[in-house]
């Protein structure tokens, strides 16, 4: 049973994923606000989505915030006889630095965000509990500017030891880098393409000298 829309939205998006990557078997998603990294029973594996996007609302304030620093943690087990699996679910809170209150709160997410989310978890699935090549992990970066820089004291992933990035700043390092090279490649494109054109213009202009000169040549011996 779901406990909150977004809860529904990952169980739906989560179901219908699964069932195109393995229809032969059958996948429960629970989700367990209890689930602590690192801690796993025998045959469980783990997989921790640092950098997931979401949106805060102040139950006590009503304020409102932008993170893209969500730390999600999954747990998963395949039992290969009875073709059947389960994936436990934690998604951390944080806490409203506008009012100071100590009441947690939870994140809602866009459809776009879960399914970005719920296709990493199927990639880590595939690689981690049936041992095949899951394909190319996700990056996703918040629809919305985030609200500035991550403040740990007031994230529960931060105070129960969890260290994670934030994904904006690596991916604008790898694009200023990636921008950098594209910028660097069409200088010297273009220093190239000048110098051939240069050389173009001068051979032609050679050739015609050497036509213009050729007719007056004969021009002068006709006469």
Not at 86 to 98: D, W
């Amino acid at each position: 049973m779901c406990t909150s829309l977004t809860t529904c939205e990952w169980k739906k998006v989560f179901y219908e994923k699964m069932e195109v990557a393995k229809p032969a078997d059958s996948w429960e998603l629970i989700i367990d606000p209890n689930l602590k990294p690192n801690e796993l029973a025998p045959g469980w594996k783990q997989y921790l989505e640092q950098h997931a996007s979401g949106r805060f609302h102040c139950t006590w304030c009503w304020h409102t915030w932008q993170s893209a620093n969500v730390v999600i943690l999954f747990h998963m087990y395949l039992d290969r006889a009875q073709r059947a699996g389960s994936v436990r679910m934690r998604v951390f809170k944080q806490l409203c630095y506008e009012c100071g209150t100590a009441r947690l709160d939870e994140s809602s997410m866009l459809e776009e965000n879960i399914e970005c989310l719920v296709d990493n978890l199927i990639t880590s699935l595939r690689e981690q509990c049936y041992e095949e090549d899951g394909g190319q992990y996700r990056i996703h970066v918040a629809s919305r500017p985030d609200s500035g820089p991550h403040r740990s004291e007031f994230c529960e992933a931060c105070q129960e030891g969890i260290v994670h990035w934030k994904p904006s700043e690596k991916l604008l390092e790898e694009e200023a880098t990636f921008s950098g090279a594209s910028k660097s490649r069409a200088r010297e494109g273009s220093g190239y393409n000048f110098f051939s054109l240069r050389w173009c213009l001068f051979w032609a202009s050679l050739c015609l000298l050497v036509v213009y000169l050729q007719f007056s040549f004969r021009r002068s011996t006709f006469l």
